[in-house]
């Protein structure tokens, strides 16, 4: 039938494991390295940082067309470093309203062609009224809001927690790609964002024995991945149960507070308390679902296989790429964006700020702020050189073929 046929298209449209690098052995050593791999190959390129700092210069330098004293910053995984080569870039605007100032964003984003119509939306109705849109030229989405305090001081939080725990940015980029695909995770429909899950995960190290006694630093990637699934997949108890990470981090019964016991996960507002920051996510009971199949399946195939050298992973020799697929349209996106950069830095304006990825850029790149236009112009006509491919032919090809790589995510995203 017609399911079967578009199952059939989507599956031939899958990648073996793309971060594989060599033969992992199927047990819980094997899946260790495999998240630690998958992690490294989900690292942004130099590339895909530059862009990203550019789409932000371009929204600010409109936002301050409209606004002069208006401050524009950035949050989120962006902010972070945990975000996908799809993520979006979350960006905050601060400014002297009554009324947060959509739609004049709106028009002038799309009016100046850095907007595409046709994806922007704009919910206005929201707890925190957003602006969704993607950039005309990289494809790179983006959520803008207006005047949210709270979301600098989350993105602060998370960067101590970083430090604080070695192995939290691998566990979270897994986790954030097994949401991602089964579409669960997006706030404004019900799922689980980056946040709350980050914040999950970090309440669940700080509840390990092993993390009191100081040796969570050495720990199995794998061990772990399969007890965050086990605790919120089985045993976590959503009907009285609350989390709470400051402290130290602890556990309430969130029927005590009356604003809290509404909603199926309540995490307390490490900055606020009382405030529940996961009520909307109410879609959470599918989350845990598919925590729990995650669960029993990865203590089928390195704890407890059913028979004798059993393969449970045949379709592509990685436990880890049963749970967590990468589509060919995410892979051909970045290759694009590797290989047309010099074409889009071009057409795009030096960032005037890099966020935490500046660590990771080419020496040239940390220069002062008064040669960043002459470094960045440079780096192009630099890589020009070097490129196997004439700039005026990437150019060429450059927006007709993002607009089909754009088309495959989205379709591989909505099987």
């Not at 992992?24 to 992690?39: K, Q, V, W």
């Amino acid at each position: 039938g017609i399911n079967a046929e578009y199952g059939k298209q989507w599956y031939q449209r899958r990648v073996r494991a793309p971060w594989k690098t060599k033969v992992y052995t199927p047990d819980i050593i094997g899946l260790h390295n495999e998240i630690e791999d998958f992690a490294r190959w989900m690292q942004p390129t130099k590339e895909e940082m530059m862009l990203r700092g550019c789409v932000v210069e371009r929204v600010k330098r409109i936002v301050h067309q409209l606004w002069p004293t208006a401050r524009v910053e950035i949050f989120g995984s962006f902010k972070t470093g945990l975000y996908l080569p799809t993520s979006d870039i979350d960006i905050v605007i601060f400014g002297e309203w009554t009324v947060p100032p959509l739609r004049t964003l709106e028009r002038r984003l799309i009016d100046n062609n850095i907007a595409d119509p046709a994806t922007m939306k704009v919910l206005d109705k929201a707890s925190v009224p957003i602006i969704k849109l993607t950039d005309t030229l990289t494809k790179i989405k983006l959520d803008i809001s207006f005047n949210t305090n709270n979301c600098l001081k989350s993105a602060e939080k998370i960067t101590e927690l970083l430090k604080q725990y070695p192995c939290l940015d691998k566990l979270v980029l897994v986790l954030k790609q097994f949401l991602l695909q089964r579409h669960l995770n997006e706030v404004f429909v019900g799922g689980l964002g980056s946040y709350c899950l980050t914040l999950m995960v970090v309440a669940k190290l700080q509840s390990c024995p092993r993390h009191r006694r100081g040796r969570l630093e050495d720990e199995n990637l794998g061990v772990l991945l399969i007890e965050f699934f086990e605790f919120y997949g089985v045993r976590f108890n959503y009907n009285n149960t609350g989390i709470r990470i400051h402290d130290g981090g602890s556990f309430f019964n969130k029927n005590d507070n009356a604003e809290m016991k509404g909603s199926m996960l309540c995490i307390e507002d490490p900055f606020q308390p009382g405030n529940d920051i996961a009520r909307a996510s109410y879609c959470m009971f599918i989350v845990k679902e598919s925590f729990k199949l995650a669960y029993m399946w990865l203590k089928r195939a390195v704890i407890a296989p059913s028979k004798p050298n059993e393969q449970v992973f045949p379709l592509t020799d990685s436990i880890l790429g049963t749970l967590v697929k990468v589509d060919r349209g995410i892979v051909e996106y970045r290759n694009w964006i590797k290989n047309n950069w010099v074409y889009l830095a071009k057409r795009l304006a030096p960032p005037e700020s890099y966020t935490h990825t500046a660590h990771h850029l080419p020496t040239r790149l940390n220069k002062g702020k008064s040669k960043k236009g002459e470094v960045w112009h440079s780096i192009a006509r630099n890589e020009e050189e070097l490129s196997d491919t004439p700039t005026d032919q990437s150019a060429g090809a450059s927006s007709d073929e993002s607009d089909r790589l754009t088309d495959d995510i989205s379709s591989d995203a909505s099987t």
